[in-house]
């Protein structure tokens, strides 16, 4: 079983995270130690580039999935309404 120990540490979406490997660079003909961020999940990632960053705005986005993303002014979890509550990619929300 894993443990907190074996866990990276977590960071902003816009944090460098850490640095590409000499190995792998080496191996897709980039250049080392490009910087990695922390990165968003696809939804959070979409709301960026469309601007769904206050709160009163939302989307739809339907495919594998059927998301309703909605911006707040805070982190509002509702564990029995059984909708999943995600931090924004944007940092400090």
């Not at 191996?27 to 959070?44: E, F, H, L, S, T």
Request: aromatic share 6%; with cysteine; hydrophobic share 40%.
């Amino acid at each position: 079983s894993l443990d907190e120990g074996q866990m990276p540490s977590l960071v902003e979406g816009t944090e460098k995270a850490g640095a590409l490997r000499n190995e792998l660079a080496s191996k897709w003909g980039v250049q080392a130690g490009i910087p990695i961020a922390g990165g968003a999940g696809d939804n959070a990632a979409s709301a960026c580039g469309m601007g769904t960053v206050a709160a009163g705005q939302a989307f739809v986005s339907l495919g594998t999935s059927g998301v309703l993303f909605a911006a707040n002014a805070s982190y509002l979890p509702n564990p029995e309404s059984a909708v999943h509550t995600f931090c924004h990619a944007l940092p400090d929300t």
